[in-house]
């Protein structure tokens, strides 16, 4: 059975830092793109870091240069280092493996776990 388990999130000022981390099970991580989405409460959720089997990564324009993703094939995690944190990045954070099809990324299942409340605020 597939599962991914978001932990990491928090309170935190603006400027400031946090690392969240993902736990995978159930055959669903070596070979796999993997990526880290975000859901603020009113709108859809997005894809914001995704990282491929050989550690190629990519970030949303807003992201760039502030958040960084990562994964252990070992562990079968996938962090996300996200620093200078701003308001707009309060979410709720979740993982998910993700396919490539027409060109665009997709979630490969509904595989949501319950995901990590992240809050930027002074």
């Known amino acids: 059975q597939v599962q991914f388990v978001e932990s990491g999130g928090g309170l935190v000022q603006p400027g400031g830092s946090l690392r969240l981390s993902c736990a995978a099970s159930?055959?669903?991580?070596?070979?796999?793109?993997l990526g880290w989405y975000r859901q603020a409460p009113g709108n859809q959720r997005e894809l914001v870091a995704t990282?491929?089997?050989?550690?190629?990564?990519n970030y949303t324009d807003s992201v760039k240069g502030r958040f960084t993703i990562s994964r252990d094939n070992a562990k079968t995690t996938v962090n996300l280092q996200m620093n200078s944190l701003k308001p707009e990045d309060t979410a709720v954070y979740y993982c998910?493996?993700?396919?490539?099809?027409?060109?665009?990324?997709?979630?490969?299942?509904?595989?949501w776990g319950q995901g990590t409340q992240v809050t930027v605020s002074s």
């Open positions: 998910n493996a993700v396919v490539r099809r027409s060109g665009n990324l997709y979630p490969i299942g509904d595989y």
């Open positions: 159930g055959n669903i991580f070596s070979g796999y793109r």
């Open positions: 990282i491929t089997s050989d550690g190629s990564t």
